[in-house]
């Protein structure tokens, strides 16, 4: 099974449509292709102006997780059918894909949701005041990110993890980042906080750089 978003509208009639939504300003289409190689496609409603859009698919091939501008949407592939749709507050402004354990994960200004191929099995709610959950990738059992706080609103995101046995979210203080388009800046908060070799390195890598100039 496949799935992506189309950068035009297709040609009706072509494949089989399914529409979730009722209101259709403006419109995100994705093909879909099951395992039997057939192709079916998505048309959700989206705000061409503002929203993040992404498509996910399970290792197993049953299910999809499309975000249209920051609205989820929970799709049985197979069967073309809509699993679970998310409110229209708050928005999603990132989500990922988790393996052991599977779970699509997603995060808006303030909370998480967490769906296996199924259902949502759980939203979370920080126990502190965030502006923004940034999720980039998984490392272990932690979904890794940063967030932007009150506190650090105009200046530099704060990282975190994203706990996915206790689904307790937790912040890292000891370095912020900011992020300028494509750039991204690191600012140690903590003098007494040295990063690890791995951590340095994967910074260096993420600027250009091969190595340490004294390595």
């Not at 229209?88 to 191929?117: C, K, Q, R, W």
């Not at 991204?184 to 903590?190: F, H, I, P, R």
């Amino acid at each position: 099974m496949s799935g992506k978003i189309l950068n035009t509208t297709p040609i009706s009639g072509e494949f089989p449509e399914i529409h979730f939504g009722e209101h259709f300003t403006s419109r995100l289409w994705i093909e879909f292709e099951d395992n039997d190689f057939e192709k079916w496609y998505g048309c959700f409603p989206n705000d061409s102006r503002q929203g993040f859009n992404n498509i996910l698919i399970d290792k197993n091939n049953i299910s999809a997780f499309v975000v249209s501008s920051g609205v989820g949407y929970l799709i049985n592939i197979a069967s073309k059918e809509l699993i679970f749709k998310t409110e229209e507050h708050p928005l999603i402004e990132s989500a990922i894909l988790t393996e052991n354990p599977d779970y699509f994960i997603a995060g808006t200004f303030y909370s998480v949701y967490v769906f296996d191929s199924e259902t949502l099995i759980k939203e979370v709610t920080p126990d502190f005041m965030v502006d923004g959950i940034y999720f980039k990738t998984q490392q272990d059992k932690k979904a890794i990110g940063d967030l932007a706080t009150a506190e650090n609103q105009y200046d530099f995101n704060v990282d975190f993890e994203f706990d996915l046995e206790s689904f307790e979210l937790t912040m890292n203080k000891k370095f912020l980042r900011k992020r300028f388009g494509a750039f991204e800046t690191v600012k140690v908060v903590d003098k007494n906080y040295k990063p690890s070799p791995n951590l340095i390195q994967r910074l260096l890598h993420k600027f250009g750089f091969k190595s340490l100039a004294n390595d």
